[in-house]
């Protein structure tokens, strides 16, 4: 453990290695957070993908398997009120879809979206203490992000610009994850009124990451487009005390993702990849199919995060039947084809030594 140049991280949250798992709603289990934490990282339950219920369950799992650190990860959006002529203009584009796969344009859209950070959750926090909680899309109202910080939990969160990173330390976070634009899944971007046109702006991670580190003062985790040694040497050479690392993770047993997105990234070239808000409503980067080609991958007609997601569920069941990824979303970053079949204990492991040698440590 002396090893490793830069202990704020290890030391903050009292982990042996630098290597955070990134909490990927709708991909991680219970299961992978526990391989990472007891293989010396920080495991992490992304709790927009559970109701309150669903989140303490998982949790208290986790806590039954293992003594380790745990980072509990929330998404900060507020849920729009329903418009009309969003809606409609949504249905339209969704149409001749819908119409192909048998399906009536004109049927109620079923409830999608992910659950936001509220008083319920706060209060999950401060009876189950996890070591960290993390962000994403900004931070929870002050008096929130008080109680949890009073419940000793270290508070992380997402920044895709040098302004989100010097926001977020104004505001008391102890550490900061650099998100490049190479990242999979949603962009972490909250300082913008219109994030899906604001894509052309982002920076990659290894250009952000120095400039945040010399920008705050509290450590800095790297995380987008890191799969190996080689991204963790890099990561830590520019200023990183630490590294967050999702796609890597989906090739783990561990991951809870269907067979043809598991065969997608099996199969993914560097460039096969997009940043889309067709999902959700928000840019978020996964493996490019049918409706991201067809439709673009940003289009003006998604109604906004997280409503853009209930008019697709439909042809997703129904393609998902049928064995296919068409209507889905696969979130993935730009390392993908750097990834590896492994548990994800041993592939934390297998991380950290490869980043050891390759720093001659």
């Known amino acids: 453990m002396n090893a490793w140049p830069d202990r704020r991280i290890l030391d903050l949250f009292g982990i042996a290695l630098p290597i955070l798992q990134a909490p990927m709603a ?5 299961e992978m957070a526990i391989a990472v934490s007891e293989a010396g990282g920080l495991g992490s339950l992304p709790c927009a993908q559970y109701d309150l219920a669903g989140a303490r369950k998982a949790l208290e799992q986790v806590r039954a398997a293992t003594k380790r650190p745990i980072n509990l990860n929330f998404f900060c959006h507020t849920m729009p009120k329903p418009d009309q002529a969003e809606e409609q203009r949504w249905r339209a584009r969704l149409a001749v ?27 999950l926090v401060e009876e189950m203490k996890p070591e960290v909680a993390s962000f994403h899309f900004g931070l929870p109202e002050p008096a ?5 910080k009073a419940s000793g ?23 900061i994850i650099a998100m490049g634009y190479e990242a999979g899944g949603h962009r972490g971007n909250f300082l913008t009124d219109n994030p899906s046109r604001d894509m052309t702006r982002q920076v990659g991670t290894f250009a952000l990451v120095p400039q945040v580190a010399d920008a705050v003062k509290v450590p800095v985790i790297a995380a987008g487009g890191i799969a190996d040694g080689r991204g963790i040497v890099a990561a830590l050479a520019l200023g990183a ?13 561990e991951a809870k993702i269907p067979a ?19 999902f959700t409503g928000r840019p978020a980067r996964g493996i490019a199919n049918r409706i991201m080609r067809e439709v673009g991958p940003l289009s003006p007609d998604a109604p906004r995060f997280p409503l853009a997601g209930g008019g697709l569920i439909p042809l ?5 039947a049928a064995g296919s990824g068409d209507f889905s979303n696969m979130w993935a970053g730009q390392a993908a084809r750097l990834g590896v079949e492994m548990p994800a204990g041993a592939l934390t492991r297998k ?11």
């Open 260 to 278: 043809y997105h598991r065969a997608a990234l099996k199969s993914a070239a560097d460039d096969d990849t997009m940043v889309t808000n067709l």
């Open 144 to 148: 929130l992000l008080q109680r949890v």
């Open 26 to 30: 709708g991909a991680s289990t219970p």
């Open 351 to 361: 991380l950290a030594s490869e980043a050891l040698a390759r720093s001659g440590r």
């Open 97 to 123: 879809y819908y119409r192909e796969l048998g399906l009536d344009p004109a049927m109620p859209f079923p409830a999608g979206g992910r659950t936001p950070f509220d008083a319920a959750f706060c209060a």
């Open 153 to 175: 939990a270290k508070v992380i969160a997402s920044a895709t610009t040098v302004r989100e990173a010097q926001w977020l330390e104004e505001r008391g976070c102890d550490a």
């Open 241 to 253: 005390s630490a590294v967050q690392i999702g796609t890597a993770y989906l090739f783990t047993p």
């Open 316 to 320: 997703r069941k129904v393609a998902e």
